[in-house]
């Protein structure tokens, strides 16, 4: 039985039908603002990748991008993007966004937003209105993707 076990098990770790406990990798992505506390821009484990939330900080300056919402909103999806990429993943692979607004009346010109970043095929989602955001942001985002197979 064990002379079985082991020949088998390399073929059950090659195929990914057994995953170590390795299969994990902190994300750092230099055209994402870096982390401004002690937390990963993003943590993979195995094929799931959890993004920490993004605040519309522009990763050249580390100030944000625009004192208004839609260009905080808009610089979040993009710093989200760019960790998403830099861990070989994409928008079509998010599978949960949860995003955090200081002010629900930008409800909608957020999901204006979005909708030119999602299509058809949206992530589940949440969205809640808080009272503060880290940096006095006006809008916080954070993602959860699945790498598709394929």
Request: aromatic share 10%; with cysteine; charged share 20%.
């Amino acid at each position: 039985m064990k002379k079985i076990l082991a020949a088998f098990l390399p073929i059950l770790v090659a195929t990914g039908c057994l995953k170590t406990s390795h299969d994990r990798e902190i994300i750092s992505c230099p055209n994402a603002p870096a982390a401004i506390g002690p937390y990963s821009q993003a943590f993979r484990a195995g094929d799931t990748l959890y993004l920490s939330g993004q605040l519309g900080l522009d990763p050249a300056t580390g100030k944000f991008a625009g004192q208004d919402f839609e260009s905080q909103a808009r610089q979040a999806l993009e710093n989200q993007e760019a960790i998403l990429e830099s861990a070989g993943f994409s928008l079509k692979d998010v599978v949960q966004c949860q995003v955090f607004l200081t002010d629900m009346d930008n409800y909608p010109d957020f999901n204006t937003i979005y909708e030119e970043y999602f299509a058809e095929e949206f992530p589940a989602r949440a969205v809640l209105e808080v009272s503060r955001i880290p940096a006095d942001g006006l809008i916080e985002i954070m993602m959860i993707a699945v790498r598709s197979i394929s």
